[in-house]
């Protein structure tokens, strides 16, 4: 399609190479989360079978070599998604844990009663409950974008939802249901002409887009490293060092603090004041080494691949009768969202496991996006840039031999 060879990178995955139900492995599921390869999970087990210990404060060699593997990772992650400094990524469990952060810190000392939270109607659940519980606990207002029938927000609207109020926006940069990529550049423009600071919700555009925090000027952003490529139960928070060290810590406990007494504690600086407790360290490395990866393929090289890809597939999708796109904005990333005439997404989904063929059904934890086109679950495909036409093929052809209903 480009440039760029699909069937190379494949042989770094080794989970790729796999026979499931009689039939080679068609991995699309990448939105719930991506495989690994080899040099990220070679980077987890030389953790722990030669570096393992706790991290800091330790005089012996193996605590400082994981030290600075752990400390090397956020500088990785910090030059990846263009932070100014490593001190403005804090590691945390992921994209959740993230948002809950922002929610119990910057919500409870910066949004009061009546204060307002706007969100678009096509986020994760992650960038909803949060702030419905901070919402419940305030009295402040949640107020959500609506979107046009293709899935793709309406700026227009957003402007007009901007009121004194407004304490914050918080928006997904590529909609896991629905693939619409959002445009954050302009959101955060305008939410900045209001003086007003926007979280962007990377979790699923990270895998698929370079991401600049400068260059977005985006004052938090959070991702997830099990959907880069790299391990589970390791992710990240960015935010703007002033921003970040002008808020309270959230959880307590070891490493978050400088000196503790039963009468006052005093906290850390950043990053560490907001990672209490051993982090996920083996994860981290491991995370540090998916950047690496990525880097090394190239995003733009990746972005104009799967581009291509999910031109091809969408195409592939409209031949089959009965079929209806769920998100068909002018502007996507990786997913493709369906239903197939009345058959239950579920059966449609274990229809296409029996073929080798992982895609997801449900509803993404996404209930509002969907429920505004109608339906409560739809199946999901979601590309990455080790799937090919052969796997977009696979799918074509076994949805066309779906059973009439
Ligand atoms: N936001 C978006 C857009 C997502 O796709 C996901 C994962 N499906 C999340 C948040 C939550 O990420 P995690 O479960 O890794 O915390």
Redesign the pocket.
Request: with cysteine.
């Given at each position: 399609i480009t440039g760029f060879d699909p069937y190379r990178v494949r042989a770094d995955f080794p989970a790729l190479h796999q026979n499931v139900n009689g039939h080679p492995l068609v991995w699309l599921d990448n939105?719930?989360t991506t495989q690994k390869p080899q040099s990220v999970i070679d980077a987890t087990s030389h953790f722990y079978a030669h570096d393992n210990s706790n991290i800091h404060r330790a005089a012996h060699t193996l605590a400082a070599r994981s030290t600075d593997l752990f400390e090397g990772a956020r500088e990785k992650i910090a030059r990846f998604i263009g932070a100014a400094e490593p001190r403005e990524i804090v590691f945390l469990r992921?994209?959740?844990e993230a948002i809950n952060l922002v929610a119990n810190t910057f919500g409870r000392t910066r949004i009061g009663n009546g204060d307002e939270i706007i969100v678009t109607a096509i986020e994760?659940h992650?960038?909803i409950v949060p702030w419905q519980l901070l919402a419940q606990a305030t009295g402040a207002v949640l107020k959500v974008v609506p979107v046009n029938d293709r899935g793709e927000v309406i700026l227009e609207q957003f402007a007009a939802l901007l009121t004194g109020r407004t304490r914050l926006v918080s928006v997904?940069h590529v909609a896991?249901a629905l693939g619409t990529v959002v445009p954050v550049e302009e959101i955060i423009a305008i939410a900045h002409a209001h003086g007003v600071p926007v979280l962007v919700?990377a979790?699923?555009s990270a895998p698929h887009v370079p991401i600049d925090v400068k260059a977005l000027d985006a004052d938090f952003l959070v991702l997830?490293g099990?959907?880069i490529f790299g391990p589970t139960g390791i992710?990240i928070l960015y935010g703007k060092a002033d921003l970040l060290e002008s808020l309270p810590p959230w959880q307590g406990g070891g490493h978050m603090i400088k000196d503790v007494t039963f009468a006052k504690t005093a906290y850390q600086g950043l990053p560490e004041r907001f990672e209490a407790g051993t982090p996920d360290i083996a994860g981290a490395v491991g995370l540090g080494a998916a950047v690496d990866y990525l880097q090394q393929v190239g995003l733009p090289a990746i972005a104009a691949y799967e581009h291509a890809l999910l031109e091809y597939a969408t195409a592939g999708l409209e031949e089959i009768a009965g079929l209806r796109l769920i998100g068909t904005a002018r502007h996507k990333a990786s997913v493709l969202s369906f239903v197939v005439k009345d058959i239950d997404p579920h059966e449609v989904a274990k229809f296409l496991d029996r073929r080798g063929i992982a895609v997801r059904s449900g509803h993404h934890?996404a209930q509002p996006a969907l429920r505004r086109f109608g339906v409560e679950a739809t199946v999901r495909a979601s590309l990455a840039f080790y799937n090919t036409r052969e796997d977009v093929d696979a799918l074509v052809t076994a949805l066309h031999a779906l059973p009439k209903s």
């Open positions: 939105a719930a992921g994209t959740t994760h992650a960038n997904t896991n919700d979790a699923q997830s099990h959907k992710g934890c």
